[in-house]
Nanobody, 124 residues
């Protein structure tokens, strides 16, 4: 069992930056691939970024490539999402998720544990 708690959301202007954190409790954090998803009002939850168990591989949805960076520290059981050059279309609730599998997937249903989400609002 893994419990995930996100933090770091807030209100930022277009072009600004935010750093989201996801702290995990429970055992074996390093055995999970970790990901960030987001969900805007009236839209489905969408994949943002994923990092493998040992940080060897990272994946991003096209719309955030070059602007967002996912990272993790297994000694701290924490994963981060650094978001730069934010745009209004980045406004959403951002969720941290854990996957016991090793195969890259962007499908939310394939992830085993979820945090409660943190709101990110980008104003113009």
């Amino acid at each position: 069992q893994v419990q995930l708690v996100e933090s770091g959301g807030g209100l930022v202007q277009t072009g600004g930056s935010l750093s989201l954190s996801c702290a995990a409790s429970g055992r074996y954090f390093s055995t999970y691939a970790m990901a960030w998803f987001r969900q805007a009002p009236g839209k489905e939850r969408e994949f943002v970024a994923r990092i493998s168990r040992t940080s060897g591989n990272t994946y991003y949805t096209d719309s955030v490539k070059g602007r967002f960076t996912i990272s993790r520290d297994n000694t701290k059981s924490t994963v981060w999402l650094q978001m730069n050059n934010l745009k209004s279309e980045d406004t959403a609730v951002y969720y941290c998720a854990a996957d016991r599998g090793i195969v890259y997937t962007t499908t939310p249903q394939r992830y085993d544990y979820w945090g409660q989400g943190t709101q990110v609002t980008v104003s113009s």
